[in-house]
């Protein structure tokens, strides 16, 4: 049986990260375009009844975008922090870490191009 004080500390854990992907959606425009497209995708699944697997690799894709997307604007506001100049690593680390989400999103298309490609053109 865990801890009252471990269980109670993960509890705030899951409060700062609810906390921080409210910031996320308030702020942060390319989350915000996510998050209708992702709302979009999902009236279509269900508008197409798409498959139990298809709904779970859709979802995946999803929360693939969104979640590097979230650590794509960490490391954007740790590099202006930690460096506020332009300096050529930062814009080095800044390119990486937004190719991170590029695949991601690249992937997340041919994903949903496999879905619905074949029920478009049926
Ligand atoms: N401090 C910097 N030094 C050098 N290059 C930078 C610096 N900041 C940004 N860059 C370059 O500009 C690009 C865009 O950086 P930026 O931080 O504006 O990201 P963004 O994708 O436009 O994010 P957002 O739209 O969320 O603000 C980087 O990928 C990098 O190539």
Not at 11 to 28: D, H, M, P, V
Not at 36 to 43: E, H, M, N
Request: aromatic content about 8%.
């Amino acid at each position: 049986m865990p801890e009252p004080s471990y269980i109670r500390n993960r509890i705030r854990s899951i409060g700062f990260a609810a906390k921080g992907a409210w910031i996320l959606l308030r702020t942060e425009g390319s989350i915000q375009v996510q998050f209708v497209v992702a709302i979009l995708v999902c009236i279509a699944g269900w508008y197409c009844e798409i498959s139990r697997m298809e709904w779970i690799c859709q979802l995946l894709a999803i929360g693939m975008v969104m979640g590097l997307e979230g650590i794509n604007t960490a490391i954007e506001a740790l590099s202006d922090y930690v460096q506020p100049e332009r300096d050529s690593r930062i814009g080095h680390i800044k390119d990486i870490s937004a190719g991170a989400v590029l695949i991601a999103a690249v992937v997340a298309g041919i994903v949903g191009l496999i879905i619905y490609l074949p029920r478009i053109f049926s």
